[in-house]
């Protein structure tokens, strides 16, 4: 299950989110959307099936790192709100 075009990869809205400056509170709540989380589904998918072109391997393994380093700014994140 692919799709023919992408113009975007998957881990753009990542960059984006980062390059425009962030809260704790954004980064905890950010979350890919649906055209991007269905643009990685594909690519898990195909990974499974072992169809992946080199250039989608590449594609999903950046977004594999950026997505570990969004959780560890998450996990961050909680400890800079204050709490009551």
Do not use: C, W
Not at 16 to 26: H, K, N, V
Not at 31 to 43: E, G, P, V
Not at 63 to 82: D, N, Q, W
């Amino acid at each position: 299950m692919t799709t023919s075009v992408n113009v975007t990869k998957v881990y753009d809205e990542i960059v984006d989110f980062i390059a425009t400056g962030t809260t704790p509170e954004s980064v905890i709540n950010f979350k890919l959307s649906d055209t991007a989380q269905d643009r990685l589904d594909d690519l898990v998918y195909d990974h499974k099936m072992g169809k992946l072109s080199d250039e989608e391997q590449k594609e999903l393994d950046n977004f594999l790192v950026l997505e570990h380093i969004m959780r560890l700014a998450k996990a961050r994140a909680y400890k800079l709100i204050p709490t009551e």
